[in-house]
């Protein structure tokens, strides 16, 4: 951003806002981790995405027809039945507090929702870019303080081996990826398809933990897999009438979503 020397498009305290949204999110789930199983973070993570058909509707003017409905609910489906696999093969274990932790997961799954939105609605009104840079800037300042207050107590107790570094390395790495292509996704498919893409995480966990670490995986899994794959081709599938009148909603939606951005450039907002 530095390099090209562009004018910035967005107001930066609406970046800060995103940034701080964004890392209570991720903050709130970790925590979750703490109270509560494995499971139940999986299933009420799928929370997200009855909140980003909501947001996107409302906000963005996004329609949603039955196809990406059909695509939605079948994708819920396949969390739900990894979901049974985990009961089935007894691998849920419950945590310290599961109320706490169920009710974090659900805080964190709607500021999730909010941030994706956001973005999906910077990145295709404004610049790419640009939000990336101020994502990650204002991020890792908010989280550096953050932690400086709240987490002083854990640093003091992190064991510094190699094994624990390469560990924290690696968690970077793939979260620099996973943000850097999340403006592309939310770019080309918005903020839904997004989140429906994740729930196949759940899944790819699944299969580090049989090769990985040789766990046994219930046959549930396999099934499930196929289902949110299913779901997602559903979703991704152009209705006929959907593409008839695609010209006419995708300016609608656009000018919308433009006369937002304008009114916030506005002098005295």
Known sequence: MLYRRSTIKVKWYNYFLLAFVDVEANFLVVKA????????????????????????????????RFMKISGVFICIVGVVMVVFSDVH????????????????????????????????????????IELMSFLGLFGAIIAAIQISIFERGALRDIHWTTEAILLYIGVALALFMLYSLITVLIMINGATMFNLSLLTSDMWAVLIRTFGYHEKVDWLYFLAFATTATGLIIYSMKEKYQEEHRTGEVVDEEAVQRKLLDEDDEPGT
């Open 33 to 64: 981790y703490q109270n509560t199983s494995m499971t139940s973070v999986m299933l009420l993570d799928c929370w997200a995405i009855p909140c980003v058909l909501v947001l996107t509707w409302v906000f963005l003017k996004t329609r949603y």
């Open 89 to 128: 093969a007894g691998d849920r274990a419950g945590g310290s507090n599961p109320v706490k932790g169920d009710f974090l997961v659900i805080a964190g799954a709607s500021l999730y929702a909010v941030s994706n939105v956001t973005e999906e609605f910077l990145v295709k009104n404004a610049d790419m």
